[in-house]
């Protein structure tokens, strides 16, 4: 029999906010004293009452309406009761029953659709350091645990997905997505190394061409690299699938990563909700959509062109090919410069294609001094553009043969059709047409043509 992965993903990464989720403590912890930034909320002290960073639940909308999430009507903090030495108040400040956003989607290259379940807001834990430590009197090694609650209290933000991941390859593709959606809203730095990016995996198999759920799942706990989540998440579909075959009973687990030992590890066994006891965190008002509307229009009014819209632009825009846009596209820091230079090859009579391949394959340094430079040097090649008008007429002509649909619809009223024909007449003159001449010329062609 064939087994296939049901996969499931959680995303958690840190807001890049000045202060703390529930308190005025900077959240900047990372390489500073250890528990120098705290106080009486994020040590969990009797009688230290939270209050709500404003500025987390803002970059928390933002994350959300960027995946196509519905703001919730209400929303609520709830505490989530486990024991654990990195939670000093017996109870993690989380979102359960009423999350900020839900049922939203991202598309990945392969044009499958990843269903957002939830996006939520949380607090982080304290970091917990294990190491060996010899005792000087008994020079006996024992393993020690260190606390540092400066991370304790952070803001987190949680992407959980439903069950659609059906290999590992889109799982990174989905990480890779959010990352890069993380650094273009300018919510989080997203880096894995300093855990401000950490994923989950939820793991279980079924029989191919099974549409129902397994009546278990395997957690893979804080995984800080993709390489790492694609190993684990591979190794434990092998895993289970040897098991199943030999008829051992899969339970519900939470397991960790071993890179030295290439394999998985229980951890503890797998908590269902109703373990953590949630119920509403009494000293935290009840968050309404009416009154986050101001927040809510700002964060749509701001919203930056995303990445994988920026591709899709450059693309019909530009005419280059899609993956050199994917490239150019990856930081926001790198499309703005590839634009800042067809800006300058436009006066220039350079076209887009060349520059994006002399970006792409150099890998020059990121300031507009070097996109000047990039166009002397591409004029001392002599590259240049089309612009002879018959010559471009040819290619537009050819263009308007080759796609009828885009033709009907640019009749129809559909504006977007216009940039389709100019994407295609950009692609087969190999970037070298004149972008500023090619829409008058379809216009009066397609004006004239029967």
């Avoid at 800006?343 to 340094?365: F, H, L, R, T």
């Avoid at 300031?367 to 612009?387: H, Y």
Wanted: proline share 4%.
């Amino acid at each position: 029999m064939k087994y296939e992965p049901v996969i499931g993903l959680e995303v958690h990464a840190e807001l890049n906010t000045k202060s703390k989720m529930f308190c005025r403590c900077s959240s900047d912890y990372f390489g500073k004293k250890p528990n120098t930034h705290t106080c009486p909320v994020c040590l969990g002290l009797p009688g230290a009452l939270p209050f709500i960073n404003k500025q987390a639940i803002e970059k928390c909308i933002k994350i959300g309406l960027a995946l196509g999430c519905k703001v919730s009507e209400k929303s609520l903090f709830e505490r989530k009761n486990y024991f654990y030495p990195d939670l000093p108040k017996g109870y993690q400040i989380s979102q359960y029953r009423w999350p900020l956003c839900i049922n939203g989607q991202i598309m990945l290259d392969s044009g499958e659709a990843v269903r957002i379940n939830r996006v939520h807001q949380e607090e982080d834990t304290a970091k917990l350091t294990h190491q060996l430590r010899t005792q000087n009197l008994k020079s006996k090694t024992q393993k020690c645990s260190f606390i540092d609650f400066n991370r304790s209290g952070v803001p987190l933000v949680e992407i959980v997905t439903e069950p659609d991941f059906k290999d590992v390859e889109s799982v990174r593709d989905y990480a890779k997505k959010l990352q890069q959606l993380f650094r273009y809203l300018d919510v989080s730095s997203a880096d894995m190394e300093r855990g401000e990016m950490r994923l989950e995996a939820n793991v279980s198999v079924r029989p191919e061409g099974t549409k129902s759920l397994p009546g278990y799942r395997i957690e893979l706990k804080n995984i800080n690299s993709f390489k790492f989540t694609v190993a684990a998440i591979e190794y434990e579909i092998k895993r289970q699938i040897t098991a199943i075959e030999s008829r051992k009973k899969l339970s519900q687990e939470t397991r960790g990563w071993d890179d030295d030992k290439k394999c998985t590890y229980l951890q503890r066994s797998k908590e269902e909700a109703h373990d953590y006891r949630y119920f509403p965190e009494p000293d935290l008002p009840e968050l309404k959509m009416d009154r986050l509307k101001v927040m809510i229009d700002n964060s749509r009014k701001n919203m930056p062109e995303l990445p994988w819209s920026k591709q899709s632009r450059f693309v019909s825009s530009y005419g280059i090919k899609k993956t050199d846009a994917k490239i150019l596209a990856e930081t926001k820091d790198l499309a703005e410069f590839f634009e800042e230079a067809i800006k300058q090859g436009k006066e220039s009579g350079i076209n887009a294609g060349e520059i994006a391949n002399y970006i792409v394959n150099k890998k020059p340094d990121i300031d507009s001094a070097q996109a000047t430079q990039i166009i002397r040097k591409l004029k001392e090649k002599n590259v240049g553009v089309i612009e002879d008008e018959k010559e471009l007429e040819k290619l537009a002509k050819q263009v308007i043969k080759d796609n009828t649909k885009a033709v009907l619809d640019y009749k129809k009223g559909k504006e977007a059709a216009m940039q389709v024909l100019i994407g295609s007449v950009m692609k087969l003159s190999l970037g070298k047409a004149d972008i500023s001449k090619i829409k008058p010329i379809l216009e009066k062609i397609l004006k004239v043509k029967p």
